[in-house]
């Protein structure tokens, strides 16, 4: 299945569109649980760039991707996309450069991540930071599955000694009363 994104605009502003990783920690339900992987994508950038014979477009400062309760902002982002019947369905997202992923109850960042809006999977690279309140995990990479609400945490291997590093976290224990 794939999600449609309206360039009806971008085409008008662009003269028409001819336009292994070790020590992994399973973390279910901390990924979106509510995503609509139906819903518009809509994208907002300092400027785009279409190469339309690579069926790509660069979106580049300070880049805004919205879809539904998702919000995804980086430097660079580059949409992959394939054209039918005169719509744009996208196929993924490459963003790169103080990536941000947030919900309304998570805020991810990393340094790149990539969006297969076919296979409704997330994967974020580099220096990842999982919040969830005052809950907080570190990683090299997470991968978000959105069909299923399920994420993956993995470390990175020390280059050094080849030996798998760790995957770092600190929960803050309910105030609530116990009964």
Do not use: C
């Not at 995990?137 to 990175?156: H, V």
């Amino acid at each position: 299945m794939t999600l449609r994104m309206k360039l009806g605009r971008w085409a008008l502003a662009l003269g028409g569109f001819a336009a292994s990783l070790a020590a992994a920690q399973t973390l279910p339900g901390t990924s979106i649980r509510d995503h609509d992987r139906n819903a518009e994508i809509v994208l907002d950038a300092g400027r785009i760039e279409v190469l339309d014979r690579q069926n790509q477009a660069i979106a580049t400062g300070n880049v805004a991707v919205k879809q539904g309760n998702l919000d995804l902002d980086a430097s660079r982002v580059r949409v992959f996309y394939d054209t039918v019947g005169g719509d744009v369905q996208v196929d993924r997202l490459d963003a790169d450069g103080d990536v941000r992923i947030a919900t309304p109850a998570e805020n991810a960042r990393s340094a790149r991540a990539i969006y297969d809006v076919d296979s409704a999977q997330i994967t974020m690279l580099g220096g990842v930071v999982l919040e969830r309140g005052t809950d907080v995990l570190r990683g090299e990479r997470l991968m978000i599955d959105l069909a299923s609400g399920r994420s993956t945490f993995d470390a990175a291997v020390n280059a050094e000694t080849g030996q798998p590093g760790r995957v770092t976290g600190r929960f803050t224990p309910s105030t609530r009363e116990r009964e």
